[in-house]
């Protein structure tokens, strides 16, 4: 994603009506699914033990024509998909 006009930034609800702000970092395709990897916009004042520090992804999906996020309950997808999205990255950082 390209950094031109500045970082974009989204706000989310989860389901128990939290609210989070999250920085689009990249949408990527994998094996059929799209998904959005995301940084909470608050990353720096957040201890790196916290669980929730680091990369969010979310796969995208449709419902009546409205784009929405859907959490990856599936560690192992999760986790395919975070690798994919770390080599796109290195490479992109090696061109």
Do not use: C, H, K, W
């Amino acid at each position: 994603m390209s950094d031109q006009f500045g970082a974009d930034y989204i706000s989310l609800t989860d389901e128990e009506g939290n609210q989070f702000e999250l920085e689009i970092l990249d949408t990527v395709s994998f094996e059929g699914e799209s998904y959005t990897v995301f940084l909470p916009a608050d990353i720096d004042d957040m201890d790196p033990e916290d669980p929730d520090y680091g990369f969010v992804i979310l796969r995208n999906v449709e419902d009546n024509g409205e784009e929405l996020y859907a959490s990856v309950d599936d560690e192992e997808l999760l986790e395919r998909v975070y690798e994919y999205y770390m080599e796109l990255v290195e490479n992109e950082e090696e061109e």
